[in-house]
Every structure is written in structure tokens, then in C-alpha cells.
């Protein structure tokens, strides 16, 4: 009989990967993807722990699955709670402590082991418990990558890849090292393996995963190994295969073959997710980013020297200890000289467990939301140039999904700026049965002209179909 597992995810995009593979790993024991927790045989949270308010919204929603696990346990039917992610690898025995209505809590590392956990949480069921207790939080030798199988159906022409995981860098502010392990880069086969199945399905594009992507080293193949401007080249090979992204990157390991790659490889997209976090040498210095901000503007010059029109994003945190007015508008200068075509902005939140927490001279809350709204405030303006820039311009856009206007269909350009486009007057905008209108274009590349630019989206006409 068929079982039903509701997997929600939180936080960055490996989540959203790994969330798909757990789907694929239950798969063969029987498990099919339910869209709601009501009724759900299994619900895993793919939690993040980046920021508080992230594992803060776990704890919530466990609140809420506790509810229903209660009138399903009334009704004679079982529940099981798995938290999996970065809050489950870094407050593992805490969160079984604090919700006794988890059963079971993974590591990002052993999601090939949840079958066995399973059974054994199966079994202490069976032995009488209300709730299962197993906890399974390893960094294994063996990796998740060689058991997991990646037999996913296909939703959609663009998909995520993870070629690397883990960090070595150790910035203070950040839990990742912590929760996601050491640096390991999976080997080019492999990767072209999950890559050339993906295009098989009718994905064109692919977004490279890791944490630290670019310091990528996979195995070649040939006694050495491969950097991931190498990579991106194997993997232009594959026919069908248009466009590839990678996210997301490091300063310092933009190394030239990586930055030839957006010169030489068409398929390598133009644009580029490089986090800087603060503009204040001192701020990165503390911050251990092992990089100064002349060094940046340094690996941005380089990069627009290979590939003049390639669209920049960041992320920044504002209010790290210690940062003064002085360091604040160093971080606003340098978005005023890199200018980006969009960017991510956060408090500084402190992690428990990283150096930066126990910092002393935190910044006060107002002063962090005032610093917070001043930076929105100029790469907000940055994106709407960027996005009005691009009015009059034809451009490629995959068409990925639906609008909430009929005859409709949203996609993103090759800056990843989100598109809307109007397909209903085109011809053929109908399939043959009539009542799925503009199926014909879902999934495809097509070129339109940018007539409008807003903050978040551009609406584009139709000037062809490619494909
Ligand atoms: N506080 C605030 N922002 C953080 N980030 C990582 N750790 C913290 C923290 N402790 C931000 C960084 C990183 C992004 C994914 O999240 O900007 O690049
Ligand atoms: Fe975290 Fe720094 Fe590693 Fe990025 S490079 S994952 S911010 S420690």
C-alpha cells in the first residue's frame, strides 16, 4: 500500500535538492509525495539554520504537526515528525528534548539512511512508544551522493545539481562549517552522469550547487582533479544542455579558469552570486573573509573584463560587532561602486557555537534595522536601473512556469531576472485539445523583447519560440 510523505523545506537551495532526493530515496519503500501534511504517513522539516527566525519557524511548525499527529494517533493512524537539514545537525538533541512529538532527527549528511531509520523508528513504535526516538546526526565516510538515486520526475526545464558541499572557510558569523562539514567536491562523472540523466528528462538548465562552488575540486577522472571552470566545461559538452549557473561562489576562489569560462562557454550564464558581506576591510578582516574589499573590486574587474555585460549579486550583513557608522558606509560605498543588479541583506544574527557570537560589542537592534533599511533602501534602486536598463532589449527566456494572468507564463532571463510573457495572441498558443491553453510553450526558450521593468519582474513580448 502506498504511504504518504509531506516534506517541507526551508532556507537555501541545497535544501530544495536534498528535499528531492529524500522524495527519491523513499520512493521504492513505497512513499508518495503529498502535497499536505494532513494525513501524511511521514513529514520531514528540511530545516535551515542560518538565521534565528529560520530554525525559530521549525519550532513553530512542529507546534502545528503536533496537532494533527494527535487526531490522527485518535483515529488509530500513526504520524512520524523527522526534522532533517542544518537545525537538526546543530540542536539535534536539543529539539528532541524541547519537542517530544519529533520521532526522528538526520543530518544533511545521512539522508541515504532514512529507510533504516525508519524501521527502527517503526519498530520502537510497534514496541509501545508514543514517540520514536532516533537521532542519526553522522558526517559518514560513505557519502549520501553514492546511494542516493536521482530518479526524480521531471518538474520543469531548469534544475538544481549539487557538485560540492561543506565549507573550510570558517567565517565567524556563520554556521554552515558546523553544520554542513568539510569541503567535499563529488567527481566530474558523476556529476556529468546526474547532469546528462537531467537533460535526458528535457531540463536546459542547470544550477550547480555548493556551498563554496567555486572552490569545487572534483576527481577527474585522471589522476588529478578538476576546478569548477573545468567542470562547467565538461559539462557544456552535453548536447541540449543551455545554460549553466552556479551558486554560490567565494571571492577568493574565482580562480581564471572559472572567469574564461563566463568569456568562452556560451552556456555559462551572465551572472554571478558573489557575496561580499561587508565593504569595511576591518569588518572582513574580523569577519575571517580573508579578502579585502580592493581585493573585490579587483576579482570584479577581472570578471567584467572576461564578460562585460555579466549582472553581479551579494549578500551583506549589517550590524556585525563591532561595525561602527564609519565601517556602515564603507559597505554602502562599495555597493555604490560594484553596482549590483540585485543583492540580499541581513541582520546579523548571532549563531550559537560561531567565534562571532560571543563577541562582545554586538550592535543594538535599531542601530542594525536602520543600517538594514538604508542598504535595501540603495540595491533596491540598483535593481530597478538594472531592470529599466533592460527595456528595448531582445533577450532568451525559458519559460518556467505559470502567471497568475491568463495566457501567461513567467521565466527568467539570462540574468535571472524573472519575465513575464504573454504568449495567448501567438500562433499555436493552444495545443491540439484546446483546453490546456499554452502548454506548447511551457518549458521552453524563447526571445522576447523587454517592454517594461519593474523592481522585482520585466514583461517581455514574444519575438520567437527557439525551440
Ligand atoms: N547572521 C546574518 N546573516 C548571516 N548569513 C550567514 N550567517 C549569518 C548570520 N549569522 C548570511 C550571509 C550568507 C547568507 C547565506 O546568509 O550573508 O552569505
Ligand atoms: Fe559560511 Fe563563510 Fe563558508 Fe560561506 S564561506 S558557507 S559564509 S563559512
Redesign the pocket.
Known amino acids: 500500500m502506498s504511504k504518504k510523505v509531506h516534506i517541507k523545506t526551508y532556507g ?1 537551495q541545497m535544501n530544495v535538492y536534498d528535499s528531492k532526493r529524500m522524495a527519491d530515496v523513499l520512493k521504492p519503500h513505497g512513499y508518495e509525495v503529498s502535497e499536505s501534511a494532513d494525513d501524511a504517513d511521514l513529514v520531514i522539516l528540511n530545516t535551515c539554520h ?3 527566525k529560520a530554525a525559530e519557524k521549525v519550532y513553530s511548525e512542529i507546534g502545528r504537526l503536533r496537532a494533527t499527529k494527535d487526531e490522527m494517533a485518535a483515529e488509530g493512524k500513526n504520524m512520524f515528525i523527522a526534522v532533517a537539514g542544518c537545525v537538526a545537525q546543530a540542536e539535534g538533541p536539543e529539539m528532541m528534548r524541547r519537542a517530544p512529538a519529533i520521532d526522528m532527527v538526520l543530518g544533511p549528511q545521512t539522508y541515504h539512511r532514512l529507510p533504516d531509520m525508519l524501521k527502527a523508528a517503526e519498530e520502537q513504535r510497534t514496541g509501545g512508544r508514543k514517540s520514536a526516538r532516533v537521532l542519526d546526526t553522522d558526517f559518514p565516510v560513505d557519502t549520501k551522493f553514492d546511494h542516493l538515486p536521482t530518479d526524480s520526475d521531471f518538474d520543469g526545464p531548469a534544475a538544481f545539481l549539487t557538485v560540492q558541499e561543506g565549507c573550510d572557510k570558517f ?1 565567524t ?4 562549517p558546523y553544520t554542513r562539514g568539510a569541503e567535499y567536491s563529488r567527481p566530474v562523472a558523476d556529476i556529468v552522469a546526474e547532469a546528462t540523466r537531467l537533460v535526458a528528462k528535457g531540463v536546459v538548465e542547470i544550477t550547480l550547487l555548493g556551498q563554496n562552488v567555486n572552490a569545487y575540486h572534483g576527481d577527474d577522472g585522471q589522476g588529478g582533479t578538476a576546478s569548477l571552470g573545468a567542470l562547467i566545461r565538461a559539462l557544456d559538452a552535453i548536447d541540449g544542455l543551455e545554460r549553466i549557473r552556479y551558486t ?1 561562489s567565494h571571492p577568493r576562489d574565482m580562480d581564471d579558469e572559472l572567469v574564461f569560462a563566463h568569456r568562452d562557454v556560451a552556456s555559462c550564464m551572465p551572472y554571478l552570486h558573489l ?1 561580499v ?1 561587508s565593504g569595511s576591510d576591518r569588518i572582513l578582516d574580523a569577519m575571517n573573509r580573508k579578502h579585502t574589499r580592493e581585493e573585490y573590486f579587483a576579482v570584479v574587474d577581472r570578471l567584467r573584463a572576461a564578460r562585460p555585460d555579466l549582472a553581479l549579486s551579494s ?3 549589517v550590524g556585525f560587532p563591532g561595525e561602527t557608522d564609519e565601517d556602515f558606509e564603507a559597505t554602502l560605498d562599495l555597493v555604490r561602486r560594484v553596482n549590483y543588479a540585485q543583492a ?8 550559537p557555537g ?1 567565534p ?2 560571543v563577541i562582545e560589542d554586538q550592535v543594538p537592534e535599531d542601530v542594525k534595522s536602520e543600517r538594514l533599511a538604508r542598504l535595501q533602501a540603495l540595491i533596491n534602486e540598483q535593481q530597478v536601473a538594472f531592470n529599466e536598463a533592460s527595456i528595448g532589449k531582445t533577450m532568451d527566456v525559458l519559460l518556467e512556469r505559470e502567471g497568475k494572468m491568463p495566457g501567461q507564463l513567467i521565466g527568467r532571463s539570462p540574468y535571472l531576472q524573472s519575465v513575464h510573457v504573454d504568449v495567448s495572441k501567438a500562433d499555436n498558443a493552444l495545443d491540439a485539445a484546446g483546453d490546456k491553453p499554452y502548454s506548447g510553450y511551457m518549458g521552453k526558450m524563447v526571445r522576447v523583447m523587454i517592454v517594461e521593468g519593474g523592481p522585482n519582474s520585466l514583461k517581455g513580448e514574444l519575438v520567437s519560440t527557439l525551440h
Do not use: L, N
Open positions: 537555501c542560518i538565521r534565528e567565517c558569523f556563520c554556521v554552515v554560490t557575496p558581506q549578500d551583506f550583513i540580499y541583506s541581513f541582520k546579523y544574527s548571532p549563531r560561531t562571532a557570537s
